[in-house]
């Protein structure tokens, strides 16, 4: 694997679809879970939504409740984020005493879908905005080994990141004049997706084909410039259009 300290590991020309493969790329090496990265406060002036910067092996699930419940309100990890300058290592157990018993719910619930401890480091860009940046393993005393003696790559990995998402979503911002317009199909999709529901039970209340309910979904996903149906139902609902 190419090295990540003193150049872009990325290419200038990368997408966010390859960014999450790149960062997929380097969990396997370190053996680890899962990855995260989202801006919690755009930048200064910006009409960013930070839901649409989500990019995450988690389970779709796991974000689709996420984002429904807009947990990043609760979440410490976010709350450490914007206090702290520093990387910090976060788990069950003692990190979350000095937290609220709300938030600790929060961390129950990711404990369902392996998300169990990790390493965040903060970034503070040159706008006002700051991103989180997690690697995860539902093993804390591997993540620690497998980290220790790669704060370079991880810093490198994390800043790449960073510059590529906030470059993609300012030009998306850009571009954007007004909502797109939605079926009434793809908006019913939508609805009951926010409702928690998945394909198949949509189809069934639709009375509908998996194969079809799918497509709707997909379209207004790609429609909306959003990552998946979940984050498309919020959208959707922000802007008025369901």
């Given amino acids: 694997m190419s090295s990540w300290f003193g150049q872009s590991y990325y290419r200038p020309d990368d997408t966010a679809e390859q960014v999450c493969i790149r960062l997929g790329a380097l969990i396997d090496d370190l053996s680890l879970d899962q990855f995260s990265y989202a801006l919690i406060k755009p930048p200064n002036g910006s009409s960013i939504d930070p839901a649409s910067t989500l990019h ?32 910090f290592y ?4 003692r990190f979350l005493r000095a937290f609220r018993k709300q938030q600790r719910l929060v961390f129950d619930e990711a404990r369902e879908y392996r998300i169990m401890s990790g390493l965040s480091i903060p970034i503070r860009g040159a706008h006002g905005e700051i991103a ?17 003696y790669e704060h370079a790559r991880l810093f490198q990995a994390a800043f790449d990141t960073h510059d590529i998402v906030l ?71 922000r802007s008025g259009l369901i």
């Fill in 56 to 87: 995450t092996n988690y389970p779709s699930e796991w974000t689709g409740r996420y984002m429904r419940h807009q947990y990043f309100q609760l979440d410490p990890v976010c709350e450490l984020t914007i206090s702290s300058t520093r990387p």
């Fill in 90 to 93: 976060w788990g069950q157990g």
């Fill in 132 to 148: 989180t940046f997690n690697i995860v393993s539902t093993n804390a005393k591997h993540l620690v080994e497998a980290t220790r």
């Fill in 167 to 237: 470059r993609d979503e300012l030009i998306s911002a850009k571009n954007v004049d007004r909502p797109a317009a939605l079926s009434v199909r793809e908006k019913e999709c939508l609805l009951w997706t926010l409702e928690g529901k998945t394909a198949e039970d949509v189809a069934s209340i639709l009375g509908l084909s998996v194969f079809t309910v799918n497509h709707h979904a997909s379209t207004a996903t790609r429609k909306l410039g959003c990552i998946n149906k979940h984050h498309a139902a919020v959208q959707a609902l």
